[in-house]
């Protein structure tokens, strides 16, 4: 059973421009990540996501393998991961309040 508050597909928000920052960061520990930190233009809590660089934004449902091509005409898809409570979050989901947000890729292109 799908729990309304927590479709992703029912609260799709498209971030301005400037509510993301995004960083392309090397600890030298592990692999190169891509990461955005702002705040979730659904609940207004700080989130911050990262996914290691070579894995390519999609415009929806995550990422995809090596092999595809950067998407830069396009948002980048993620669902809200704020660390915040929230009423009615599902056990199985670990953070967020259930939107889908549309993150828009920088203009000049992805950190490098
Ligand atoms: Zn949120
Ligand atoms: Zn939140």
Request: contains cysteine; proline residues 10%; aromatic residues 8%.
């Amino acid at each position: 059973m799908s729990n309304a508050a927590y479709d992703h597909d029912a609260t799709v928000h498209h971030a301005a421009a400037t509510a993301f920052v995004w960083t392309r960061r090397d600890d030298g520990a592990g692999p190169e990540l891509y990461g955005i930190e702002g705040h979730c233009p659904a609940c207004h809590c700080p989130m911050a996501v990262s996914w290691p660089v070579g894995q390519y934004a999609v415009a929806k449902g995550g990422l995809l393998g090596r092999r595809a091509k950067p998407v830069t005409d396009r948002p980048w898809y993620t669902s809200c991961r704020c660390r915040s409570a929230h009423h009615g979050r599902p056990p199985g989901e670990d953070g967020g309040c259930g939107a889908g947000i549309y993150v828009p890729l920088p203009a000049n292109g992805l950190p490098e």
